[in-house]
């Protein structure tokens, strides 16, 4: 007896796949065969995805909400579409887009319009994927010349930093002692050193 699978893909952690499930379980998917990514659509190198491809088999069908789900490279779906509908032989049920339903049309015209609606929509799916990419671009732009600072704020150095570095240097408190009193990484802490130092330093000369 063949398997009945499905595929959610989210882009972020922060991303809701509630839509998605819904849609999977009203076509009759059970939870143990749904499997979950929560990851960008640029390529497949997906955990899960990867898990769920190495156990389907011949006459399994796969659904999915929607074909920028599966994924957002126009070259990357084709080639996936194919090597699960041919090479692996499953079939594939868009769930929004009825055309995408491998099992109906199976000869040379539903063939051939299966392949056209899969060419356009994986198109558009990369098409917005790029389109995400250069608005995010245009909103970091827009803020760096408001001011607005990304990264991890810099960790401030304490009044007593001076004081903490030669207790640590005469070799009274260790190093992890010296971290937690300065509320830093071992990385920013040797960094903060280095100034502190060319700082006396240029005082000096």
């Not at 049920?93 to 199976?106: A, E």
């Not at 198109?123 to 991890?152: D, H, L, Y």
């Amino acid at each position: 007896m063949n398997d009945v699978y499905g595929y959610v893909r989210v882009s972020s952690i922060e991303q809701n796949e509630d839509r998605q499930m819904i849609a999977l379980k009203k076509a009759g998917v059970t939870d143990s065969h749904i499997f979950m990514d929560k990851q960008s659509g640029k390529d497949f190198h997906r955990v899960n995805y990867e898990k769920l491809v190495s156990i389907l088999q011949k006459g399994d069908l796969l659904y999915i909400m929607s074909i920028d789900r599966l994924g957002r490279n126009y070259a990357e779906i084709q080639n996936q579409w194919r090597m699960l509908t041919k090479e692996i032989g499953i079939d594939i049920c868009v769930i929004d887009m009825p055309l995408l339903d491998t099992r109906n049309g199976k000869d040379l015209m539903g063939t051939f319009i299966a392949d056209l609606v899969l060419q356009i929509l994986s198109f558009v799916a990369e098409n917005e994927r790029e389109n995400i990419r250069k608005r995010q671009e245009q909103g970091i732009a827009a803020a760096k010349k408001r001011g607005v600072r990304f990264g991890r704020p810099e960790s401030k150095v304490p009044d007593n930093f001076k004081s903490i570095v030669k207790a640590w240097e005469r070799g009274n408190i260790k190093i992890d002692e010296v971290l937690e009193k300065c509320q830093m990484s071992k990385s920013t802490f040797y960094r903060r050193l280095r100034e502190m130092r060319l700082k006396q330093r240029d005082k000096s000369v």
